[in-house]
Nanobody, 118 residues
Framework: QVQFVESGGGLVQAGGSLRLSCAAS????????IGWYRQAPGKQRDLVAS???????AYEDSVKGRFTISRDNGKNTVYLQMNSLKPEDTAVYYC????????????WGQGTQVTVSS
């Protein structure tokens, strides 16, 4: 089972940008897809972006046009470029492997905190 380590979070002002990294312990070709999730305090963990083995991408409506998910197969790393950040993007961000039914694995990393100030 592929394990992931997230990094790149931080404090940024509204309108700013961050790039998150998701480093995998094995080949990122192994899972059907890899997704970025986020969880704000008191809320459920939601899928915001995914990239399939075919490189097809999908985004949650609130981040479309602002976030871009990409992969570097040579580095076994998946990225989430986040632009035009809003205070409501504040959350802990996680990545995980996804099955064909877009179900995440049971193994979650520590995540990386993103805080957007107004």
């Amino acid at each position: 089972q592929v394990q992931f380590v997230e990094s790149g979070g931080g404090l940024v002002q509204a309108g700013g940008s961050l790039r998150l990294s998701c480093a995998a312990s094995g080949s990122i070709f192994s899972p059907y897809a890899i997704g970025w999730y986020r969880q704000a305090p008191g809320k459920q963990r939601d899928l915001v972006a995914s990239i399939r083995r075919t490189s097809r991408t999908a985004y949650e409506d609130s981040v479309k046009g602002r976030f871009t998910i990409s992969r570097d197969n040579g580095k076994n790393t998946v990225y989430l470029q986040m632009n035009s950040l809003k205070p409501e993007d504040t959350a802990v961000y996680y990545c995980n492997a996804l099955t064909p039914s877009m179900t995440p694995s049971d193994s979650w990393g520590q995540g990386t905190q993103v805080t957007v100030s107004s």
